[in-house]
């Protein structure tokens, strides 16, 4: 199993991974729970974002407190499944910047075809996270950090919900620079390019499309 991709394995992490994998989880029961496991793994995924302070008065004193500096974080969505875990993160950083980019698989050589880019402007002064909830052959998710380094982002990294072995190998091997962190690392990739054990499609369960 490759090393490097952080592993967020809180229980509660690990608890609502389960629930999101039953198949018969209704769709928005499933919707909440991405939404609510963006929030966790935000927590781990931010880490490091850059604080400022700003003078403040408690009832008591006044103090030099730390705030976010919210606009230099553009989250990155991957169409469609991206937006279920972007949501969550909204929720936690409400002033961060939005791009989206549309990429959809080849059915046959399962390779990614972009239809769709749209980020804010400077990236190269920001921190980028780009989300999707499935790291399965890496194609998508290489090919949108490949066309984000296009476009000047310099710091960048990759959340997603669920990974297999296979992509966190084939990211890690295109992009060494840029830090993978997930839920849960799976078994293997079946012949369609589904991870296994997996969750199914994760925009079919989210939007309920199939
Ligand atoms: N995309 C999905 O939605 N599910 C998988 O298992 C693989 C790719």
Known sequence: MPQDATVVDHPLVRHKLSLMRAKDTPTAEFRQLLRETALLLGYEVLHDLPLTTQTIETPLAPME????????L?????????TGLLDGLLDLVPA??????????????LEAIEYYFKVPGNLEDRQVVVVDPMLATGHSAIAAVARLKQAGAKS????????????????????PD??????????????????????????DRLYGTK
């Open 65 to 72: 407190a730390p705030k976010l500096e919210g606009k230099k």
């Open 74 to 82: 553009v989250l990155v969505s991957i169409l469609r499944a991206g």
């Open 156 to 175: 960048i990294k990759f959340l997603c919900l669920l990974a297999a072995p296979e992509g966190v190998a084939a990211f890690e091997a295109a992009h």
């Open 96 to 109: 961060a910047r939005v791009g989206h980019i549309g990429l959809y698989r080849d059915p046959e050589t």
């Open 178 to 203: 840029v830090p993978v962190f997930t839920a849960a690392i799976d078994d293997h990739l079946n012949d369609h390019g589904y991870i296994i054990p997996g969750l199914g499609d994760a925009g």
